[in-house]
Nanobody, 120 residues
Framework: QVQLVESGGGLVQPGGSLRLSCAASGSVFSINAMGWYRQAPGKQRELVTGITSGGSPNYADSVKGRFTISRDNAKNTVYLQMNSLKAEDTAVYYC??????????????WGQGTLVTVSS
């Protein structure tokens, strides 16, 4: 099996920054796309950003210019650098990866979520 462990959430003031990390472990053979989603209270989960195996990112319009996704393939880890945070960025952030296991199974795996609260 494959497990994801997220870290880096917390409370930050408007205009501040946070960096989220999501590390995969277990029976990882290769990781294709990696991404971050978020779910605010009372709202549906939405895609924030994703990155391909080749390193090409895409972003939701709401975070363009403020958030940056990156990945370290050697560490099976994806990062989300969040700058100029706004109150509306408050949500539980989830990472998701598309992975091929050592048993050559294709899986989509979700992290446990990490809470980001932007408030003064």
């Amino acid at each position: 099996q494959v497990q994801l462990v997220e870290s880096g959430g917390g409370l930050v003031q408007p205009g501040g920054s946070l960096r989220l990390s999501c590390a995969a472990s277990g029976s990882v053979f290769s990781i294709n796309a990696m991404g971050w989603y978020r779910q605010a209270p009372g709202k549906q989960r939405e895609l924030v950003t994703g990155i391909t195996s080749g390193g090409s990112p895409n972003y939701a319009d709401s975070v363009k210019g403020r958030f940056t996704i990156s990945r370290d393939n050697a560490k099976n880890t994806v990062y989300l650098q969040m700058n100029s945070l706004k109150a509306e960025d408050t949500a539980v952030y989830y990472c998701k990866i598309s992975v091929v296991t050592t048993g050559l199974r294709y899986l989509e795996v979700w992290g446990q979520g990490t809470l980001v609260t932007v408030s003064s």
